[in-house]
T-cell receptor, first 111, second 114 residues
C-alpha cells in the first residue's frame, strides 16, 4: 500500500538553529514528491517538486532532497517567520489517485 | 496573478442538510482537485476534474460529488450531511492532469456540522 510518513510530528528550534524534516514514502511508480507549507487558517502553499532520486531544489533558507525512499527538507538558519506546518505529498503513477499527503511536521522557530 | 478562490470561507450546517462549495481556479489552469482536511486524517483526496470530466476519485462515499464548468470553475456537493463531514475542504488547481504539475491550493471552506 502506498503511504507516506513524516517525522518528527513537531519540532521547536531556536532562531538560527538549522535542522531537517523527514518524509519517508512507500510507493509504486513515483511520479513526483511535493513539499508544501501551511500556515494556520490557510491552504497549503507550494514549495518544491522533486521527480527523481538525487534531485535537489533550493529556495531561500529551504533545501529539499530526494532519495528512493525518503525526502528531506533542510532548513538553514531559520527565522520565526518560517514557523508553519510542512507537508510532503507524492503523486503515484498507475492509479492516479491525486496527491497522497503525510500528516505534516509542525515547526516552531523561537526568537 | 490571482490565486485559487474558494467560497464561502465558513459554513455551518445541520445533519441531513446538503451543501455546495465553489472553487475558481487560477486563470489558465484546467485541472481542479478537491481535498478534505481533518486533524485526525490529514489531507485526503476527494476527486479531480479536467475539461468538465471527473478523471479520478478518492475513497469517499457517493454523498460527495462534484462538477466542473466550461470555464474550469468547479463545485463540490455533499448531501445528507453527517457530523463526521466537519472539515476544511480545499480546492487545488494545476495546468493539466497527469503531468504532475504542482497543485496550487485555495484557503479552503471550513464546514461545521451541528
Amino acid at each position: 500500500e502506498d503511504q507516506v510518513t513524516q517525522s518528527p510530528e513537531a519540532l521547536r528550534l531556536q532562531e538560527g538553529e538549522s535542522s531537517s524534516l523527514n518524509c519517508s514514502y512507500t510507493v509504486s511508480g513515483l511520479r513526483g514528491l511535493f513539499w508544501y507549507r501551511q500556515d494556520p487558517g490557510k491552504g497549503p502553499e507550494f514549495l518544491f517538486t522533486l521527480y527523481s532520486a538525487g534531485e535537489e531544489k533550493e529556495k531561500e533558507r529551504l533545501k529539499a532532497t530526494l532519495t528512493k525512499k525518503e525526502s528531506f527538507l533542510h532548513i538553514t538558519a531559520p527565522k520565526p517567520e518560517d514557523s508553519a506546518t510542512y507537508l510532503c505529498a507524492f503523486a503515484a503513477g498507475g492509479g492516479a489517485d491525486g496527491l497522497t499527503f503525510g500528516k505534516g511536521t509542525h515547526l516552531i522557530i523561537q526568537p | 496573478k490571482a490565486g485559487v478562490t474558494q467560497t464561502p470561507r465558513y459554513l455551518i450546517k445541520t445533519r441531513g442538510q446538503q451543501v455546495t462549495l465553489s472553487c475558481s481556479p487560477i486563470s489558465g489552469h484546467r485541472s481542479v482537485s478537491w481535498y478534505q482536511q481533518t486533524p485526525g486524517q490529514g489531507l485526503q483526496f476527494l476527486f479531480e476534474y479536467f475539461s468538465e470530466t471527473q478523471r479520478n476519485k478518492g475513497n469517499f462515499p457517493g454523498r460527495f460529488s462534484g462538477r466542473q464548468f466550461s470555464n474550469s470553475r468547479s463545485e463540490m456537493n455533499v448531501s445528507t450531511l453527517e457530523l463526521g463531514d466537519s472539515a476544511l475542504y480545499l480546492c487545488a488547481s494545476s495546468r493539466g492532469t497527469g503531468d504532475w504539475q504542482p497543485q496550487h491550493f485555495g484557503d479552503g471552506t471550513r464546514l461545521s456540522i451541528l
